[in-house]
């Protein structure tokens, strides 16, 4: 068992834990990322990212974080394969504990842990991730322009996707499985005003279909939740949109969370109801949910922490005094 120190503990290293970490080594802070089971984060599952600003070609998502990881690495950051399984958050220097034992202390913390998107669970849908199959309309629409995409769910987000879709699909299918959307009325009314969106009821996935070879998906096969009957829907894009699951799960009881279990930060900031602990990225913004967001407030996070640093350490250089 070993305990390593740094005046900056960042958890996480996606794109907000990475751009923290970029701007905490430049503050001198020297921080460890403990990078967790997905090291360099979701944009290591993706392939084409064309939304990342500063790049005209289209690039890869994991060429991108290896990229960010030694970007990282090269301005002083210290990486460690561990994954944090209990937390300390009532006195500095923070304590954490890494799941082989390790101890990792840090004068501040930037939490970076994401939100995973939920998905159905089918086999089908495994194989047809990123070839047709999606969680995220804001990244992927676009490769879908003048397609027949499909939306599966019935809240904000299944609709929000939904009209966010028209702007690249003429044929934009939602599948719910009730009656009728627990989305906001406000975002409904949008939704039957549009002629670009069909809504089908009562209906549950029961299989993405693979056209085979390069084809991807062609079509989903639908199961009725009254009648049990089986249709298609000819469609070349499905995006799951049934909701995310921040990954906050360490945290409960040790800082305030907000009604969806997100990380509540005050606003405008990045800092947690702990002073000295700051949130970044997915596990803090349920709206954006981008890299470029996750990494713009990951900077946010550095320099809060680099400030809060700064002020606790002048507050005891005066006390000394
Ligand atoms: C398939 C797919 C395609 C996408 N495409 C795009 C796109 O084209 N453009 C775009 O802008 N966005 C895209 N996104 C969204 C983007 O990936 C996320 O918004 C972004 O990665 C969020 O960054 P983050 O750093 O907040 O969290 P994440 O990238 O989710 O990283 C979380 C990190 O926390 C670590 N972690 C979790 N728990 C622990 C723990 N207990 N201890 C230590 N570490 C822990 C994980 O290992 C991981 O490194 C896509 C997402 C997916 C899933």
Not at 161 to 178: C, F, K, M, Q, W
Request: hydrophobic share 40%; charged share 20%; with cysteine.
């Amino acid at each position: 068992m070993t305990t390593h120190t740094t005046k900056m503990l960042i958890l996480g290293s996606g794109p907000a834990g990475l751009s923290a970490a970029i701007y905490g080594a430049r503050a001198g802070m020297a921080p460890i990322v403990v990078q967790g089971i997905q090291p360099g984060g979701q944009l290591t599952t993706t392939t084409d990212v064309e939304n990342y600003p500063g790049f005209a070609d289209v690039i890869q998502g994991p060429w991108l974080m290896e990229q960010m990881q030694a970007q990282a690495e090269h301005v002083g950051t210290r990486l460690m394969w561990d994954t944090i399984v209990e937390v300390d958050l009532t006195r500095r220097p923070f304590r954490l504990i890494g799941d082989g034992g390790d101890v990792y202390e840090g004068d501040v913390l930037v939490i970076a842990t994401g939100a995973q998107a939920k998905w159905l669970g089918l086999d089908s849908e495994d194989l047809l991730k990123g070839k047709g199959v999606s969680a995220c309309a804001t990244c992927d629409g676009f490769f879908y322009r003048g397609k027949r995409v499909a939306v599966i769910g019935g809240g904000n987000t299944a609709v929000e996707e939904a009209l966010y879709l028209t702007n690249h699909s003429p044929d934009v299918t939602l599948i719910h499985r009730r009656d009728s959307f627990r989305a906001e009325k406000i975002l409904q009314d949008r939704l039957f005003a549009h002629k670009g969106i069909k809504v089908l009821w009562n209906k549950e996935v029961d299989g993405f279909v693979d056209g085979g070879g390069t084809a991807g998906l062609v079509g989903i096969d639908l199961r009725d939740t009254v009648t049990g009957e089986i249709s298609r829907v000819d469609v070349e894009g499905g995006f799951v949109a049934i909701g995310h699951h921040p990954a906050t799960e360490l945290f409960r009881g040790h800082l305030a969370l907000d009604s969806d279990g997100y990380i509540a930060v005050e606003t405008g900031t990045t800092r947690t109801s702990v002073p000295g602990v700051f949130a970044c990225g997915d596990v803090m913004d349920k709206v954006y949910r981008q890299a470029v967001t996750a990494a713009g407030t990951g900077c946010m996070a550095a320099l809060d922490a680099e400030r809060f640093l700064a002020t606790a350490e002048f507050e005891v250089a005066e006390a000394a005094e």
